[in-house]
């Protein structure tokens, strides 16, 4: 995953109006700021824990219409950029008509 990704720049394996939607749906299920939304920033440092990685899982699920698997690597997130990118891959995995 991406350690070092800059404050401003979401993952590059993912569209950005994919990237748009699933922060959406972080904020919105996390109950997070969208201020506070930025590529760079650590899970610790959005107070994301794992109450509301379930909700966001579900929100996703939702939005998305697909069932997220077991084998998503939560621990690989370091920050929100990594998070985004695991859950692009699942929705673009379950959906192939979102694949850039």
């Known amino acids: 995953m991406s350690a070092n990704l800059p404050d401003d720049a979401w993952p590059s394996s993912v569209a950005p109006e994919l990237a748009a939607r699933i922060v959406d749906v972080i904020v919105e299920q996390g109950m997070l700021d969208r201020a506070a939304m930025k590529p760079g920033a650590t899970?610790?440092?959005?107070?994301?824990?794992?109450?509301?990685?379930?909700?966001?899982?579900?929100?996703?699920?939702?939005?998305?219409?697909?069932?997220?698997?077991?084998d998503l690597k939560?621990?690989?997130?370091?920050?929100?950029?990594?998070?985004?990118?695991?859950?692009?891959?699942?929705?673009?995995?379950?959906?192939?008509?979102?694949?850039s």
């Open 43 to 70: 899970l610790d440092e959005l107070n994301f824990d794992s109450l509301e990685a379930v909700m966001v899982i579900n929100g996703i699920e939702d939005a998305f219409d697909i069932e997220i698997g077991s």
């Open 74 to 99: 939560w621990g690989e997130a370091r920050n929100l950029g990594d998070l985004v990118a695991l859950l692009a891959e699942q929705v673009q995995r379950a959906t192939p008509a979102l694949q």
